[in-house]
């Protein structure tokens, strides 16, 4: 993301009242798509709606209710749906807020929970940051995100098809069961910056150049951002755990989840000391190549140092130098300055200088 982005966001709502509702994040032309999950043990229904929804629709039906908003950028969409739920203005403005840091906030009826869900596009290799807010309330779970594009895909399989737990379970177990999915791509995203800094240090072992120092800043702000993200949501999930929304069962795999992102808080603190570890070594491939360098070149003088003495010799303006009317001795001279060259490079090679 650019800093000229985050400003602009930042910016639409200066001077508005607190709880105003305003969507900061990039306009999109995307549909919106309502998918809503409602089921028990024995059977479940899916439903899609779009725009147009009557909010009827999207009161609980059974025992566990998953309605899956995404495109929050209709404004009026949202405002309805958190009248339907008594949902108050604060919670939407943060909501609402693309760029809001991961947090917790716990209501009388319900928990609202917000983080990133961070993925890597395949084609382009580019870290992908989409915000998804969770409202957590007796019987419901709503979920709002910004695109289409999840990595839910699994767990609504997991429903439809009933396997596993997540039918016999409620509300919260759901609600963990994202949560989980998210913490989890989280480790799938470092790989891909660990296989980058390895990339980068192959290539500054064998072939460094001006660029690679570039790639190394570019991916030391990455990294950052990324941890900024991430960190807050060991934070959270402490707080979720300390909930009375979430029995002693679900606090079992809340710990599980802790532990997770504690693993992913070390990894970054690991890679953040590699990319660091790139710099000295960028700088001492650098200075190695410079090196070797002024050594090719110190050779190259030493060897033209008595060449330089014979001509320099030779080039003198006595009159008495009886060598320079020797028929055979301007070859003499160039068959001696030969064979210094070339015993100079037998020395040199021997000696491991060249």
């Known amino acids: 993301m650019r800093v000229e982005e985050v400003k602009v966001k930042k910016n639409r709502k200066l001077g508005e009242a607190p709880g105003t509702l305003v969507y900061t994040g990039n306009r999109k032309d995307e ?5 809503y999950y409602a089921y028990d043990e024995k059977d479940v229904e899916k439903k899609e709606y779009d725009i147009g929804v009557n909010m009827a629709c999207l009161k609980p039906q059974k025992d566990v209710n998953w309605i899956d908003i995404s495109g929050i950028h209709n404004v009026k969409l949202v405002e309805k749906i958190g009248s339907l739920y008594n949902i108050d203005n604060l919670i939407l403005e943060d909501l609402l807020n693309s760029d809001q840091r991961p947090k917790v906030d716990e209501r009388v009826d319900f928990i609202f929970a917000v983080l990133k869900m961070i993925t890597v596009n395949k084609k382009t290799e580019e870290i992908i940051y989409e915000q998804v807010s969770f409202i957590l309330g007796k019987n419901y779970l709503l979920t709002f995100q910004e695109t289409p594009d999840d990595i839910f895909q699994k767990i609504r399989e997991r429903i439809e098809q009933g396997v596993g737990k997540i039918r016999l379970r409620k509300e919260n177990y759901l609600a963990y069961s994202l949560l989980d999915a998210i913490v ?6 470092l790989e891909e910056f660990e296989n980058e800094i390895d990339r980068l240090e192959d290539k500054i072992l064998n072939n460094v150049d001006s660029k690679d120092m570039e790639k190394i800043i570019a991916l030391k702000k990455k990294l950052s951002v990324f941890k900024k993200n991430v960190n807050p949501v060991r934070e959270m999930t402490i707080k979720l755990g300390t909930n009375e929304v979430f029995d002693s069962g679900i606090r079992n795999y809340l710990k599980d989840l802790y532990d997770h992102i504690v693993v992913v808080s070390e990894t970054i603190e690991n890679l953040h000391s590699r990319v660091s570890g790139l710099i000295e070594l960028y700088n001492s491939s650098i200075g190695n190549a410079m090196n070797e360098i002024m050594k090719v070149l110190t050779t190259i003088s030493t060897i033209f140092i008595p060449l330089s003495f014979i001509t320099g010799m ?12 020797w028929k055979y001795g301007y070859y003499v001279t160039l068959i001696l300055m030969v064979l210094i060259v070339v015993g100079m490079i037998i020395y040199f090679k021997r000696k491991k200088w060249w």
């Open 31 to 35: 549909k919106i798509k309502i998918t």
């Open 184 to 189: 989890d791509n989280y480790l799938i995203v």
């Open 314 to 325: 030779y080039g003198m303006n006595f009159a008495n130098m009886p060598e320079l009317n």
